[in-house]
């Protein structure tokens, strides 16, 4: 797929180096993303750039104006919307969760399918759903494993904790803080504090720190399409975005009395505005900071999170004491091991690959699904290759006669305690292939149209001698005196009986009268026995002299 | 109706509520007009002087319908049996209006495809109806189910024709297709079968036919249709708008190359019937097909379809309309806007807002109908089905239209009804009111209507097509403005060679009618056919034979054998099962292809034997024999006998058409099957 490009998040992991590939490295091709992410990539692009250039002092990748030409570049693609990007290559997009505009990507080349899940989150949250998708006929699998052996219980708890620690914090007098990124959590907790608040009749006002997270929310507001199933419901009467107590935040409220609880980018702590306000109001025993998901290692999130430190080393030497208290809050939109078992399971692909995550415990889950599900696994290292076999259909063009010959159901009755019937039809045809011509299937009837060819039939006969010519000649008799005879020795043998003559299959036998048949072999006269002109074709050949047998028998 | 794959499959099903000008509306005023229409009745009917003047005086507001009214639904669908249909694609909101109709049927069980806006508009006009309709319910009291009285009426001498017409139809079997409305719960019920699809999402209709649906520029969620099947591809085109301001344009690349185009665009008609008034000039017909003459190249003729003209004229008329709107605000009157078309109301409302604003009118906008809030909502959540410049905005963060704005300003406020108690508090004249229904008989514009019609600084703006004359009738003397527009609702007739020669299908259907306008003989590229209403056509399979693909599995288990007296060809014996999956043949290993694969035993053959090679054959086997020519049939039968003694007696007889065994012994003749096995080819 090298030179097709779709974004599944606007996480800054996902899109952070897109305006570097496409502006600086020069790759031209087609870019795809759902629509929440191109309308929040921007955003997050220049976020990040603004971190990493104006308050950390870093070389700069790209500059604002590489993000708006690399957005314009980007195409914009709704949900399940089928692309057809080249003659080969077709891709479409999967709700996935994890934040607004996530998706799971399918793409097909030829006959071969793939999807790439990226992050998803298999249960729903407050403000997204669950990811979804079709029952797709997969050979690859590639799914994240962030969390791949843990397993989460109920949400529920670990959002009252959150709440009630919140809650306690302003009850006291204090100021909370909520590093978060711009996207997702922040909204997510935002809704759950927003409610709380109502039901509580809290009236102590919610801040968010930038514009940034704030025009997010307008974003969310416009998106609305790709929230929860629950949010869709709510949003005609009151859109749940449309937070009640939440204003924003000016830097002069930074040191304004009383209790509040702010928002603020970036999340972990590991620079900027959020970072900040911490030095502010980390020494206050009254004050709260809460923590929403991961922190990378060095971050001074990370340090809170490790134990409980009296002091925190911030990023240029300065030294903070650390009063306040410390919550985690322990919710994260990636789908934990048993999420990531149902996906793989309702999808059934032939091979799984797993990326994303810590080596032990993916190694663990890919145990896990080579034995649970039978389904082979791989955990390939950066930078390794892993080849698995690809569907492929041999394609042939078929005739009205084969396809006909085809949908005419075959059913068998079986009858041993109850009635059982099976359709066992099968498409039984010819394939032909003439050189430098397309293959094409045929009805076995047609086979010698195609090859210019005249049928030639080849069938047996016998005239079978069947009866001692005697005292009462009646063929009807005889004849259903021979048909009990053949049914009683094969069993499930449907016997046409004609006046002179029966039919089983091809297998067709009439009372012979002449004097001399060419089908006799041996010279019994006709006023010796009565004979049974037999003749069946080679297809029944086995069938023919069963009956012959029988027939013999009765002699 | 379709039949497609053995699939019967519904286009569409709106309801005709141009009809329902026929029923007189609420007097809301007094009991003045119904009082007279009451009295009026029993004269008519007992006097026949005054029949005969009836019929030839003008009609008048009395002879409309005082009843609670039925609606008018597709023709001839009542005919159908709802059960036996497969299919049921709704290409754009309107055409869901009528689908209850069909849903409340016992029998009906097909499914139903339409676009996810679609649905969420096409349900709250379904809404807004009923909720409309129920004021017409509280005037006459609850109805009953069966046969309605006005129809029994309507069929006297007295009634005129142009009333007769509608309600009867041009040959008089439209009768069938009058119903009385659904209720909200029917609604809900229809909309639960439903399935919503994304534009371009790929639904496969029980595993045969992959249906799709691309963006029409119509409407907002308005889609063509595009059906793939096994034999071949399929579109559909309802009326399309190349270049739109609200709605995602008309997505013609999606289309391309299918081996069929249903046309079913009709709006060009009532836009050719503008040309004969003398309004549009029909020659740009010829220079139209004169480009498409001179060859150009794919890309010119699709810019060409694109070019902005058309919008142009559009945006040139909604301004127009604010500034009518703007003038007799300023000269005091109010004006009412009927226009029911959500695309179009949105971007008038949108105009019309920052125009008073420019031009600092301080003049009240209302919206009144039971679903604008809804609705209005709802058309800010949806910028995935919108056009460039509207999703533009998403990204620069801002709402898709800007009504929201000057709603939250209290500029434009919101009602659901007429009568909502905070609608007086806030209430100004003059004032601009958006208010359903269009056919001027449903809902607030009624009230509104017999409010202002003496007003001559009012403004009354009419979506085209209302004919004026019946719509009307109930409020005249009309003493106020009115405004009849007519919104682009489709390809220009013009324009259709150019489209469909960018399409390039192998056969292209349109109906009649459209067909009697314009002449498209001169097309090369593909053959058209005309459909008609109420008439089968047969179209013809185009692609040849359809492909099945044979998974590699089945694949390499094929015994391929070469044959002897063709070289080229390499056959093989196929066993499997044939699969319908996502469209598509699909040959996968059946299930008793392990046991069937044992007793391989040519069961065709071809070629002839001749009876000495059968003979050296037989002899090579220990089986000896004698050849006797013999002519016996009179036929022209060449057959050759082959005696066999040794080892056991037996006769082999040959011709051209087949040979024959005969043999006493199982295993001679199973010898001498094989022996001339050797010398056929077979499979």
């Known amino acids: 797929m090298g030179y097709n490009c779709v974004c599944r998040n606007s996480h800054m992991d996902h899109v952070g180096a897109l305006p570097y590939f496409t502006e600086v490295c020069g790759y031209n091709g087609p870019i795809y993303m759902s629509y929440p992410t191109k309308a929040l990539s921007p955003l997050m692009l220049e976020d990040y750039r603004r971190v990493m250039v104006d308050r950390r002092g870093e070389e700069e990748l790209f500059t604002t104006t590489h993000i708006a030409n690399c957005m314009?570049?980007?195409?914009?693609?709704?949900?399940?919307?089928?692309?057809?990007?080249?003659?080969?290559?077709?891709?479409?997009?999967?709700?996935?969760?994890?934040?607004?505009?996530?998706?799971?990507?399918?793409?097909?080349?030829?006959?071969?399918?793939?999807?790439?899940?990226?992050?998803?989150?298999?249960?729903?949250?407050?403000?997204?759903?669950?990811?979804?998708?079709?029952?797709?006929?997969?050979?690859?699998?590639?799914?994240?494993?962030?969390?791949?052996?843990?397993?989460?219980?109920?949400?529920?708890?670990?959002?009252?904790?959150?709440?009630?620690?919140?809650?306690?914090?302003?009850?006291?007098?204090?100021?909370?803080?909520?590093?978060?990124?711009?996207?997702?959590?922040?909204?997510?907790?935002?809704?759950?504090?927003?409610?709380?608040?109502?039901?509580?009749?809290?009236?102590?006002?919610?801040?968010?720190?930038?514009?940034?997270?704030?025009?997010?929310?307008?974003?969310?507001?416009?998106?609305?399409?790709?929230?929860?199933?629950?949010?869709?419901?709510?949003?005609?009467?009151?859109?749940?975005?449309?937070?009640?107590?939440?204003?924003?935040?000016?830097?002069?409220?930074?040191?304004?009395?009383?209790?509040?609880?702010?928002?603020?980018?970036?999340?972990?702590?590991?620079?900027g505005f959020s970072l900040e306000v911490f030095k502010h109001w980390a020494?206050?025993?009254?004050?709260?900071?809460?923590?929403?998901?991961?922190?990378?290692?060095?971050?001074?999130?990370?340090?809170?999170?490790?134990?409980?430190?009296?002091?925190?080393?911030?990023?240029?030497?300065?030294?903070?004491?650390?009063?306040?208290?410390?919550?985690?809050?322990?919710?994260?939109?990636?789908?934990?091991?048993?999420?990531?078992?149902?996906?793989?399971?309702?999808?059934?692909?032939?091979?799984?690959?797993?990326?994303?995550?810590?080596?032990?415990?993916?190694?663990?889950?890919?145990?896990?699904?080579?034995?649970?599900?039978?389904?082979?696994?791989?955990?390939?290292?950066?930078?390794?290759?892993?080849?698995?076999?690809?569907t492929t259909f041999v394609k042939a063009k078929a005739s009205d006669m084969f396809l006909k010959s085809c949908s005419s159901?075959?059913?068998?009755?079986?009858?041993?305690?109850?009635?059982?019937?099976?359709?066992?039809?099968?498409?039984?045809?010819?394939?032909?292939?003439?050189?430098?011509?397309?293959?094409?299937?045929?009805?076995?009837?047609?086979?010698?149209?195609?090859?210019?060819?005249?049928?030639?039939?080849?069938?047996?006969?016998?005239?079978?001698?069947?009866?001692?010519?005697?005292?009462?000649?009646?063929?009807?008799?005889?004849?259903?005196?021979?048909?009990?005879?053949?049914?009683?020795?094969?069993?499930?043998?449907?016997?046409?009986?004609?006046?002179?003559?029966?039919?089983?299959?091809?297998?067709?036998?009439?009372?012979?009268?002449?004097?001399?048949?060419?089908?006799?072999?041996?010279?019994?006269?006709?006023?010796?026995?009565?004979?049974?002109?037999?003749?069946?074709?080679?297809?029944?050949?086995?069938?023919?002299?069963?009956?012959?047998?029988?027939?013999?028998?009765?002699? | 109706m379709l039949n497609l794959c053995g699939f019967r499959i519904l286009i569409d099903c709106p309801l005709d509520l141009s009809a329902i000008t026929i029923f007189s509306p609420v007097p809301y005023d007094v009991g003045f007009e119904a009082s007279e229409y009451l009295s009026d009745v029993p004269l008519d009917a007992h006097n026949p002087i005054q029949k005969k003047q009836k019929l030839e005086r003008q009609l008048t507001p009395a002879d409309l319908v005082c009843a609670e009214p039925w609606y008018k639904t597709v023709k001839a669908l009542h005919l159908w049996e709802a059960s036996l249909i497969d299919i049921v694609l709704i290409s754009n909101p309107m055409g869901l209006l009528g689908l209850p109709f069909l849903t409340q049927n016992p029998g009906f069980c097909a499914k139903i495809y339409m676009t996810e806006a679609t649905a969420k508009i096409g349900q709250l006009m379904m809404q807004d109806l009923v909720s409309m309709h129920n004021e017409f319910r509280c005037f006459h009291g609850p109805g009953y189910s069966c046969f309605p009285g006005w129809i029994k009426d309507l069929d006297s001498e007295e009634v005129p024709a142009s009333l007769k017409k509608v309600v009867f139809g041009e040959s008089g079997d439209d009768l069938g297709s009058w119903m009385r409305l659904y209720s909200l719960d029917d609604i809900e019920s229809c909309m639960k079968k439903v399935q919503a699809v994304k534009f371009a999402e790929e639904v496969c209709y029980n595993g045969t036919l992959i249906i799709k649906a691309l963006s029409s520029g119509l409407d907002i969620g308005a889609c063509n249709w595009l059906i793939n099947g096994p034999n071949g591809s399929l579109s559909y085109m309802s009326s399309s708008i190349c270049v739109s301001h609200h709605a995602k344009s008309f997505d013609f690349h999606g289309l391309k190359g299918t081996?069929?185009?249903?046309?079913?665009?009709?709006?060009?008609?009532?836009?050719?019937?503008?040309?004969?008034?003398?309004?549009?000039?029909?020659?740009?017909?010829n220079n139209y097909l004169s480009t498409i003459r001179s060859d150009k190249k794919d890309d010119d003729l699709a810019a060409s379809l694109l070019n902005t003209e058309d919008s142009l004229e559009e945006m040139e008329k909604l301004a127009f309309v604010c500034s009518c709107a703007a003038e007799s605000a300023d000269a005091g009157g109010s004006t009412l806007i009927t226009i029911t078309r959500i695309g179009i109301v949105l971007q008038l409302l949108e105009l019309m807002s920052n125009s008073l604003e420019s031009l600092s009118l301080k003049v009240p906008v209302f919206v009144i109908s039971s679903v604008a809030e809804e609705l209005l909502a709802y058309t800010n959540t949806i910028p995935e089905w919108l056009c460039e410049q509207r999703q533009e905005k998403l990204i620069s963060g801002e709402p898709s239209f800007g009504h929201l704005k000057f709603i939250k300003d209290k500029k434009i406020h919101l009602f659901p009804a007429i009568h909502s108690p905070n609608l007086i508090t806030s209430w100004q004249e003059p004032c601009i009111v958006f208010a359903p229904h269009w056919s001027l008989r449903l809902g607030p514009s009624v009230q509104l209507l017999q409010r202002w019609r003496g007003d001559p600084k009012s403004l009354l703006v009419l979506e085209g097509g209302l004919s004026s004359g019946l719509g009307l009738l109930p409020f005249r003397p009309i003493a106020m403005k009115i405004l009849q527009c007519s919104f682009l609702s489709g390809i220009r007739l013009q324009k259709l060679p150019t489209l469909f020669s960018v399409l390039q299908q192998k056969i292209v259907l349109i109906p009649d009618a459209v067909n009697q306008r314009i002449n498209l003989a001169e097309m090369k590229t593909s053959s058209i056919l005309n459909y008609s209403e109420n008439k089968t056509l047969r179209v013809p399979r185009i692609a040849d034979n359809p492909s099945v693909e044979i998974t590699t599995d089945l694949a390499s288990k094929f015994s391929w054998k070469k044959l002897r007296h063709r070289e080229n060809f390499g056959i093989a014996r196929l066993k499997g099962e044939l699969l319908m999956e996502d469209g598509k043949h699909r040959l996968v290993t059946g299930l008793e292809q392990e046991e069937s694969s044992g007793k391989a035993r040519p069961l065709r053959h071809w070629g002839s034997v001749a009876p000495e090679s059968l003979l050296d054959a037989l002899l090579k086997m220990g089986i000896k024999g004698s050849i006797e020519h013999s002519t016996r049939d009179n036929d022209t039968k060449d057959n050759s006998v082959i005696h066999i003694a040794n080892p056991n007696r037996g006769l082999v007889e040959t011709s051209e058409i087949g040979t024959a065994i005969i043999a006493e012994d199982e295993n001679v003749a199973s010898q001498i099957f094989q022996a001339i096995d050797g010398i056929l080819d077979g499979i």
């Open chain 1, 72 to 271: 314009k570049k980007v195409i914009a693609i709704d949900l399940k919307q089928t692309i057809q990007v080249d003659e080969d290559l077709q891709i479409r997009a999967y709700y996935a969760g994890h934040v607004l505009g996530a998706v799971m990507v399918y793409a097909k080349v030829g006959d071969a399918a793939i999807v790439y899940t990226g992050d998803y989150n298999m249960t729903t949250d407050r403000h997204l759903g669950a990811a979804k998708i079709d029952r797709l006929q997969l050979d690859l699998l590639i799914s994240e494993s962030t969390y791949a052996t843990t397993i989460r219980g109920s949400k529920y708890p670990r959002e009252r904790e959150f709440l009630q620690a919140v809650h306690k914090c302003v009850a006291g007098g204090g100021k909370a803080l909520i590093p978060s990124f711009a996207l997702g959590r922040a909204q997510e907790l935002c809704m759950l504090l927003d409610d709380y608040w109502e039901r509580m009749n809290i009236k102590v006002p919610i801040y968010f720190s930038s514009g940034l997270t704030i025009q997010a929310n307008m974003y969310y507001k416009m998106l609305i399409s790709w929230t929860s199933q629950n949010v869709k419901e709510k949003h005609n009467t009151h859109n749940p975005f449309d937070f009640k107590n939440v204003k924003d935040f000016d830097r002069s409220l930074i040191h304004a009395p009383g209790p509040c609880v702010l928002f603020a980018t970036p999340g972990m702590l590991c620079a």
């Open chain 1, 283 to 390: 020494p206050s025993p009254l004050n709260l900071v809460a923590l929403p998901g991961y922190s990378v290692a060095g971050t001074v999130g990370h340090k809170l999170m490790a134990g409980k430190p009296t002091t925190v080393d911030l990023y240029n030497g300065t030294k903070v004491d650390v009063r306040c208290k410390i919550h985690q809050v322990a919710f994260s939109p990636h789908t934990d091991a048993k999420g990531i078992m149902d996906l793989t399971k309702f999808l059934s692909p032939k091979n799984v690959v797993l990326v994303h995550g810590e080596k032990p415990s993916m190694m663990t889950l890919k145990e896990k699904i080579t034995s649970e599900l039978d389904i082979p696994c791989f955990v390939p290292a950066n930078g390794e290759t892993v080849s698995v076999a690809s």
């Open chain 1, 409 to 555: 159901p075959n059913f068998k009755f079986s009858n041993s305690s109850q009635l059982r019937v099976t359709d066992q039809r099968t498409a039984d045809g010819v394939l032909v292939i003439e050189k430098s011509k397309k293959a094409k299937i045929v009805h076995q009837d047609e086979v010698s149209e195609v090859l210019h060819e005249k049928n030639h039939v080849v069938c047996l006969a016998y005239c079978c001698p069947v009866k001692a010519k005697g005292e009462s000649d009646n063929d009807v008799d005889l004849i259903k005196q021979l048909s009990t005879k053949i049914s009683e020795i094969m069993s499930g043998a449907q016997i046409h009986e004609a006046e002179n003559s029966l039919q089983v299959g091809s297998f067709k036998g009439a009372v012979c009268l002449k004097e001399k048949c060419m089908h006799r072999t041996e010279i019994i006269s006709c006023s010796e026995a009565v004979f049974l002109c037999c003749n069946w074709s080679v297809a029944d050949l086995e069938l023919g002299w069963e009956i012959i047998n029988v027939m013999k028998l009765n002699l």
């Open chain 2, 259 to 285: 081996d069929v185009l249903i046309y079913s665009d009709l709006s060009c008609l009532q836009s050719a019937e503008v040309t004969e008034n003398g309004c549009v000039s029909p020659d740009l017909d």
